[in-house]
Nanobody, 135 residues
């Protein structure tokens, strides 16, 4: 059975840090791009970050650049999301997902289009972990 399990969520004060983990079972993450998405109450699911299957490329949504860092631990079949300087607007359920799409994005002329932000590109999803940033 192919499964992704997130962990590490919780309640943290503004400015604090959390480290989320996404562990896979039943398949190897080596061949998948891994994305983190989040969904706040009453809002659509949004892509936060994605790391390529090689680990050589990572793309972040603008609101988390400089604060969040994604990393792969292929030996443990796990991907981590280090979240620093957390803000109340980071409050959401965080999901990890595995996708076998060929590239995180592509160019059409001089315009760059991201592939990784599309939830439909992913084959497997975790159940989510809640992150609450509040004083």
């Amino acid at each position: 059975q192919l499964q992704l399990v997130e962990s590490g969520g919780g309640l943290v004060q503004p400015g604090g840090s959390l480290r989320l983990s996404c562990a896979a079972s039943g398949f190897s993450l080596d061949y998948y791009n891994i994305g983190w998405f989040r969904q706040a109450s009453g809002k659509e699911r949004e892509g936060v970050v994605c790391i390529s299957f090689s680990g050589g490329v990572a793309e972040y949504t603008d609101s988390v650049k400089g604060r969040f860092t994604i990393s792969r631990d292929n030996a443990k079949n796990t991907v981590h999301l280090q979240m620093n300087s957390l803000k109340p607007e980071d409050t959401a359920v965080y999901y990890c997902a595995a996708g076998s799409f060929p590239a995180l994005g592509y160019y059409s002329g001089s315009d760059y289009y991201t592939t990784w932000r599309r939830p439909g590109e992913y084959d497997n999803w975790g159940q989510g972990t809640q992150v609450i940033v509040s004083s």
